[in-house]
């Protein structure tokens, strides 16, 4: 029988506490006689060995001295401890059972040092160091062994045990532990306690001193679900509208009327705005951002936020098919900034469109006569609508024709069996002499007496554009006898 402290870990401490001497106690046993031999075995390693005086059976115990010397060249750990007895004559008796020691009196760890973490170096950790992961240091220790356990605990949090290897005892540090952004989110926001303990053989042999970490990571605005890109997917990418009076308006689409006037950016609601948070709208280049605090009567509202994007900035950025469009959202008493996702936006100008800053001019009637009459009795192979080379005409581009009939020479009613709306794509030598489109005799005839009308779309990369109206008579009748002049 030993100490009950023998049992639970026996420290180096406890061991001076005791005079550097273990004492165990053997009960009485049966039959026993003056001169029988103790012999003690730890671990199957004989031990001292005790020879019972004639005094002692009578006694109602032996005891046993282990000295520090004896339990440091074993080694730590559970050691079983038993004992036989052989009498004088030298009978041997059976293998007494066992009682556990468990020894911790060598190579205990000691001289730990607080954990270290190099984001906290500014005081603080926030949503960027959050994002990256923040590493943390394990410094070298004292008697630091392989296959030590160490679990760091991030505040309250435990992590995942780590187990020393050969290589790392003596590094300096020996390891980085990397912790993910749930398990900082876990801890939450705060001054923490950032400590390891050390175990060895399952048991807990000592604790290192806390760091005190200060975190921040909670985001103005929406919490992003998904912390491993920069990007705050919980808020909607702004959405961008014309002022224009287009009939044909389209969203994150700036046409050529609405690059003279300002336009508008609108940013879905979330209910995790707060009160003086502030939305930062940045438009493609530009480092200087438009600023929209969020104030209480827009908590009251609860709806969409729109801001004004001034026409300076579109013009001074220019048109481009996508114009990155994004906004942050911060907040004064908060470290942390919200990124949008982005918007792309076309940007058109009257310049980039076809027929440039002047236009589209009006298609021609080429078979129409001096006074400006096409005749399809005398026109078989009908009549040509020609339209000449204009501004920005590029191989690629779209011709769309819309010819139509009238039953007036003025004004009338639309002749549908007239229409049509032809379409060509420029070729290289389109670009060089125009395009021609040809107007069947049957689609003339269907215009007894009246008036045609034709005018042309042109798509290219940036945009459509539509040309100017060309009108021409149309007189189906047979041809009149001629005037003579007096």
């Known amino acids: 029988m030993f100490p009950s402290s023998a049992a639970h870990g026996l420290s180096a401490a406890d061991l001076s506490n005791m005079g550097d001497v273990l004492v165990a106690t053997l009960p009485g046993y049966s039959d026993a006689k003056w001169g029988d031999v103790v012999h003690s075995y730890w671990a199957g390693q004989p031990g001292p060995v005790h020879t019972v005086q004639a005094e002692q059976p009578t006694a109602n115990a032996i005891t046993f001295n282990f000295d520090r010397r004896f339990l440091e060249q074993l080694g730590d750990g559970e050691v079983a401890v038993t004992y036989t007895v052989t009498d004088r004559a030298g009978n041997l008796s059976v293998l007494s059972q066992p009682a556990t020691v468990k020894l911790q009196i060598n190579n205990l760890p000691n001289n730990l040092l607080p954990p270290v973490v190099p984001q906290a170096d500014d005081g603080l950790i926030d949503n960027a160091d959050g994002r990256l992961g923040v590493q943390v240091h394990i410094p070298g220790y004292g008697h630091a062994a392989a296959g030590d356990a160490i679990t760091l605990l991030w505040g309250s949090e435990p992590l995942p045990e780590h187990l020393l290897t050969d290589a790392?005892?003596?590094?300096?540090?020996?390891?980085?532990?990397?912790?993910?952004?749930?398990?900082?989110?876990?801890?939450?926001?705060?001054?923490?306690?950032?400590?390891?303990?050390?175990?060895?053989?399952?048991?807990?042999?000592?604790?290192?001193p806390s760091l005190k970490v200060r975190v921040f990571l909670t985001l103005p605005g929406s919490q992003d679900a998904s912390p491993h890109t920069l990007v705050n997917e919980a808020l909607a990418a702004?959405?961008?509208?014309?002022?224009?009076?287009?009939?044909?308006?389209?969203?994150?689409?700036?046409?050529?009327?609405?690059?003279?006037?300002?336009?508008?950016?609108?940013?879905?609601?979330?209910?995790?705005?707060?009160?003086?948070?502030?939305?930062?709208?940045?438009?493609?280049?530009?480092?200087?951002?438009?600023?929209?605090?969020?104030?209480?009567?827009?908590?009251?509202?609860?709806?969409?936020?729109?801001?004004?994007?001034?026409?300076?900035?579109?013009?001074?950025?220019?048109?481009?098919?996508?114009?990155?469009?994004?906004?942050?959202?911060?907040?004064?008493?908060?470290?942390?900034?919200?990124?949008?996702?982005?918007?792309?936006?076309?940007?058109?100008?009257?310049?980039?469109?076809?027929?440039?800053?002047?236009?589209?001019?009006?298609?021609?009637?080429?078979?129409?006569?001096?006074?400006?009459?096409?005749?399809?009795?005398?026109?078989?192979?009908?009549?040509?609508?020609?339209?000449?080379?204009?501004?920005?005409?590029?191989?690629?581009?779209?011709?769309?024709?819309?010819?139509?009939?009238?039953?007036?020479?003025?004004?009338?009613?639309?002749?549908?069996?007239?229409?049509?709306?032809?379409?060509?794509?420029?070729?290289?030598?389109?670009?060089?002499?125009?395009?021609?489109?040809?107007?069947?005799?049957?689609?003339?005839?269907?215009?007894?007496?009246?008036?045609?009308?034709?005018?042309?779309?042109?798509?290219?990369?940036?945009?459509?554009?539509?040309?100017?109206?060309?009108?021409?008579?149309?007189?189906?009748?047979?041809?009149?006898?001629?005037?003579?002049?007096?």
């Not at 540090?173 to 175990?199: C, I, K, N, W």
């Not at 009939?247 to 995790?272: G, T």
């Open 168 to 208: 790392e005892v003596g590094q300096a540090p020996m390891f980085t532990l990397a912790l993910a952004y749930a398990s900082l989110a876990q801890a939450g926001d705060g001054t923490l306690d950032v400590r390891y303990e050390v175990r060895r053989n399952g048991q807990l042999l000592a604790t290192s």
């Open 238 to 486: 702004p959405v961008i509208k014309g002022r224009s009076d287009n009939a044909n308006r389209q969203d994150n689409h700036l046409d050529e009327d609405d690059y003279r006037l300002n336009a508008d950016a609108v940013i879905a609601w979330r209910e995790d705005f707060k009160r003086c948070d502030q939305i930062n709208l940045f438009w493609g280049t530009a480092t200087m951002p438009e600023v929209r605090p969020i104030h209480q009567h827009d908590l009251d509202a609860a709806t969409d936020l729109v801001m004004c994007i001034p026409n300076t900035l579109i013009t001074h950025e220019g048109v481009c098919k996508a114009i990155s469009v994004r906004y942050t959202v911060t907040h004064p008493d908060n470290p942390n900034t919200s990124y949008s996702p982005t918007q792309r936006v076309k940007v058109v100008s009257q310049a980039q469109l076809p027929g440039g800053e002047s236009g589209l001019a009006a298609p021609l009637f080429i078979q129409a006569n001096r006074y400006n009459t096409l005749e399809p009795i005398g026109s078989p192979n009908g009549t040509t609508v020609s339209i000449k080379p204009y501004r920005n005409m590029r191989v690629g581009d779209v011709v769309t024709l819309s010819f139509s009939g009238f039953d007036a020479w003025l004004g009338g009613h639309p002749l549908a069996a007239s229409a049509m709306t032809p379409e060509q794509s420029v070729g290289e030598n389109e670009a060089l002499t125009g395009c021609d489109f040809n107007i069947p005799e049957a689609n003339l005839l269907a215009i007894p007496l009246g008036r045609a009308e034709a005018r042309y779309s042109v798509s290219n990369r940036y945009g459509q554009a539509t040309s100017l109206k060309a009108d021409a008579y149309v007189d189906g009748r047979p041809p009149a006898a001629g005037c003579s002049m007096e």
